[in-house]
């Protein structure tokens, strides 16, 4: 029988100005490169500010390591 692991979900909120694009590139970049697109992280752009829902908590500290 599988057992099914539940993982924390994350938001992770990026503001940025209108035309610094550098934080978009890299994370569809990352999501290119990844088996995660699907099943662990959504990315809503709204305005200026990125939200990233994630759901697999290795991709997150990526994530939050990129951002630094």
Known sequence: SDIMKIESLCEICFYQKLRDLIFLKIIFICLIY????????????????????VRDTQLMMNIIKTLR
């Open 34 to 53: 990844t088996d995660y697109l699907l099943d662990d992280i959504k990315t809503i752009t709204y305005h200026s500010c990125v939200t990233l829902t």
